[in-house]
């Protein structure tokens, strides 16, 4: 994950899967610590089929909702190759 990497790279070493919490110890700005709020709420639930009391995971979210996640994460991407001093690269989420 690119925030994991972020924080390695600044001698950091933090478990866990919450966005927000990696990049609260990054010391990332706040539009993206919003950011990544949203993209936490969309961790658990839409990997799993029982994530939801009934339905499918794609029953309670829409194409909009997943562009804007995309377009988060993409923020959150830059950030992360930005601080690292890299060019964007393909598959360093």
Same mark, same amino acid.
Request: glycine residues 8%.
């Given at each position: 994950?690119? &925030?994991?990497? !972020?924080l390695? &790279?600044?001698g950091?070493?933090?478990r866990?899967?919450?966005?927000?919490? #990696? !990049?609260?110890?990054?010391?990332?700005? @706040?539009?993206?610590?919003?950011?990544?709020r949203? #993209?936490?709420q969309y961790?658990?639930p839409?990997?799993?089929?029982?994530g939801?009391?009934?339905g499918?995971?794609?029953d309670y979210?829409?194409?909009?909702? &997943? @562009?804007?996640?995309?377009?988060?994460? @993409?923020?959150? #991407?830059a950030?992360?190759?930005k601080? !690292?001093?890299?060019?964007?690269g393909?598959?360093? &989420?």
């Open positions: 994950m690119a &925030a994991k990497a !972020l390695e &790279a600044r950091v070493m933090k866990g899967h919450s966005v927000l919490a #990696l !990049l609260s110890a990054g010391a990332a700005p @706040e539009e993206l610590l919003e950011a990544a949203i #993209l936490d961790y658990i839409t990997r799993y089929p029982n939801f009391d009934t499918a995971p794609m979210y829409t194409g909009k909702q &997943a @562009e804007e996640a995309i377009a988060y994460a @993409e923020k959150i #991407l950030f992360v190759e601080e !690292l001093g890299g060019a964007p393909k598959g360093s &989420a």
